[in-house]
């Protein structure tokens, strides 16, 4: 038979092999010592949970854990036990909700630079556009890209709105703003467990306070002959930075400021 004793840290620290059973508590019903045959001695707790079952839950081991810590932790699960609840299975889903929680707290999380990805990902975009895209994040929102997408308020677009089109040009602050409204949408269509990533898109505040983001469209074009021109004269003597500047604006078709900003 087991043995019923007051489970002090005195009785415990004097347990050897020699004892190998239970010894359980006479003041806190279920609450128990066990010590297996090669004298490891652990807290243990015991009760009936719904339809009668008999339930034991390990506590901690000694000397980790003090009888008071263990018989604090025996109430606790006696409680449960008590209202009919199986601590084992309350233990699992308290994992399971911590779980869901980091999830949440890692989706929450997600930066621009991986919605942007994702956006290049999945749309079907021309390489050229891809790399425009790209060039345009690293050279106008590099300090955006490792934020949260949520931390990316409408005065922060607000602001660098502002202060592209003034330091660059409309275009560029126009293209860059564009990008960003692009991404946040997709990024509206993430959800996870019901909950989107997105509920508004920032960028809206620059049509909602009607700025002018207008780019003055070409209305010149260079003959064949004039490109041709231009090509031999790029490619005579020695290759500089202004002949670079320029080449880069004859192959690509990119506005001045756009080519400055890189």
């Given at each position: 038979?087991?043995?019923?004793k007051?489970?002090t840290?005195?009785?415990?620290?004097?347990l050897?092999?020699a004892?190998?059973g239970?010894v359980?508590d006479d003041?806190l019903?279920?609450f128990?010592?066990?010590?297996?045959?090669?004298?490891?001695?652990?807290?243990v707790?015991?009760g009936?949970?719904?339809?009668?079952r008999?339930?034991?839950v390990?506590?901690?081991?000694?000397?980790f854990?003090?009888?008071?810590?263990?018989?604090?932790a025996?109430?606790?699960?006696?409680?449960?036990?008590?209202?009919?609840?199986d601590?084992?299975?309350?233990?699992a889903?308290?994992a399971?909700e911590a779980?869901a929680?980091?999830a949440?707290?890692a989706f929450?999380?997600?930066?621009?630079?991986t919605?942007l990805?994702?956006?290049?990902?999945?749309k079907?975009?021309?390489?050229?556009?891809?790399?425009?895209y790209?060039?345009?994040?690293?050279?106008?929102?590099?300090?955006?890209l490792?934020?949260?997408?949520?931390?990316?308020?409408?005065?922060m677009?607000?602001?660098?709105?502002?202060?592209?089109?003034?330091?660059?040009s409309t275009?560029?602050?126009h293209n860059a703003?564009?990008?960003v409204?692009?991404v946040?949408?997709?990024?509206?269509s993430?959800e996870?467990?019901?909950?989107?990533?997105l509920?508004a898109?920032?960028?809206?505040?620059?049509?909602?306070r009607?700025?002018?983001?207008s780019?003055?469209?070409?209305?010149?074009?260079l003959?064949?002959?004039?490109v041709?021109?231009?090509?031999?004269?790029?490619?005579?003597g020695e290759?500089?930075?202004?002949?670079?500047?320029l080449?880069m604006i004859?192959m690509?078709g990119?506005?001045r400021?756009?080519v400055?900003g890189?």
């Amino acid at each position: 038979q087991p043995m019923r004793k007051h489970v002090t840290q005195t009785l415990v620290n004097g347990l050897t092999a020699a004892d190998s059973g239970f010894v359980r508590d006479d003041r806190l019903s279920g609450f128990a010592v066990r010590v297996n045959p090669r004298g490891s001695v652990s807290y243990v707790v015991e009760g009936r949970v719904r339809r009668g079952r008999t339930v034991r839950v390990v506590l901690g081991r000694h000397p980790f854990m003090t009888v008071a810590e263990a018989r604090e932790a025996a109430l606790a699960q006696r409680k449960l036990m008590d209202a009919g609840t199986d601590p084992l299975e309350h233990r699992a889903a308290v994992a399971a909700e911590a779980e869901a929680q980091n999830a949440n707290d890692a989706f929450a999380s997600t930066t621009l630079r991986t919605m942007l990805d994702a956006y290049l990902r999945g749309k079907r975009l021309k390489e050229a556009s891809k790399r425009k895209y790209e060039s345009t994040a690293m050279n106008h929102l590099r300090d955006w890209l490792d934020l949260p997408i949520r931390a990316i308020s409408r005065s922060m677009i607000d602001r660098r709105f502002h202060d592209l089109k003034k330091s660059v040009s409309t275009a560029t602050a126009h293209n860059a703003m564009v990008l960003v409204g692009a991404v946040c949408k997709f990024a509206m269509s993430e959800e996870d467990a019901g909950v989107r990533l997105l509920t508004a898109n920032p960028t809206d505040i620059l049509k909602e306070r009607g700025y002018d983001r207008s780019v003055v469209a070409r209305d010149g074009w260079l003959t064949a002959e004039e490109v041709g021109r231009l090509m031999r004269h790029l490619s005579t003597g020695e290759i500089n930075q202004g002949k670079m500047f320029l080449l880069m604006i004859a192959m690509t078709g990119m506005r001045r400021e756009e080519v400055a900003g890189l």
